[in-house]
């Protein structure tokens, strides 16, 4: 049943990264991209990280690859694009090597160091026994607001940055030169 | 799991996740297109997801998954902040590609 699970999840990953990369209409890119990202998130859930599994669909399928189609048909950039010429000559026969070559190194990598994987921590609890559904959550939670709280903290600064930042980005220059002054005053 | 059909072990899971990553790598090298290529980027950043949660689930320890959860975030912020310079580069060029970069040059 795990097998079958990974070889599904796995199938669903590479064919929706390789239709990412292959496609040529920037709408196909981004829906191959959410049948990656809902691979993703079935392996989550078979690694016992139920949360963010729930985080992966809701955040990145939900928001960020809709935020990409928003973005696409604004711009009206939503014409394919002509991928049989390549305006460099070796820049795929490059590109395929240095992807090969970057597989097999951590691939390699991962395959001598595989007897050193030792359990080191307290265990991450299954979701079962009388702690109840929510044990994942439970202590996610716990060590996010105990060891990580002032990260967390940073990390919405970080969000206040990047909504200001992109508010000023994105803006249209409302007339004159005078947008920039009255963009920062607010 | 006592028949003869393999479960797969953490090593199946972080071989996969260097496969995403050397896709979404080559898909940056090769496409043009700047939405596509931050797509790529995505694929990327979600292979070292898996990483993450793999080994939190092999090493028992739940700062993985924590780690995780800043990492979604902190590529949330990249997605928007990206996507605005993407936006305000072609709203006035609408077919500029990778190769006109030095259109940022001021």
Redesign the interface.
Known sequence: M??FV?VCA?AM??VG??G??VRSH?VH??LS?IL??FG?AV??V????H??AA??VI??AG??VV??LF??M????DKA?ALRID?VKV??P???I???G??GL??AA??RS?DS????????DIASGDTGHDS?IR??A???FS??VF?FEV?SV??V???V??VL??R?PRSGSASDTSAGSK | ?HFA????????????A??????????V?????P??M???I??ML?AV??TF???????????G??T???V??????????G??????I??RR??ATA?DIAELKG
Request: include cysteine.
């Open positions: 795990q097998l990974f796995a990953i590479l990264a390789i990412v990369i920037p890119a981004a991209l990656t990202l993703v392996l989550f078979a690694q016992d990280a949360f963010l985080v992966q955040v990145y928001a960020i935020l990409f973005v696409i604004l711009l009206g950039v694009e305006p820049q795929r490059l590109a395929a240095v992807g090969l970057l597989f951590v691939a991962i395959v595989r994987l030792v359990v080191r921590g307290r265990g991450i994942n202590q996610l716990n060590d996010l060891n990580h990260a990390t970080l969000l940055i990047a909504v930042g992109t980005l994105a249209r | 799991m059909i393999a479960s797969p072990t953490t090593t199946w899971y972080l071989v996969l260097a496969l995403l990553f050397a896709l979404g790598a080559v898909g090298l090769v496409r043009r297109n939405l596509v931050f797509m790529c995505e694929l979600n997801n898996l949660v793999a080994l939190a689930r092999k090493l028992g320890d739940i700062g998954q924590t995780v959860f800043f979604m975030v902190v590529a949330a912020a990249e997605v928007v902040v996507l605005g310079i993407i936006v305000s072609l709203r609408p077919s190769d």
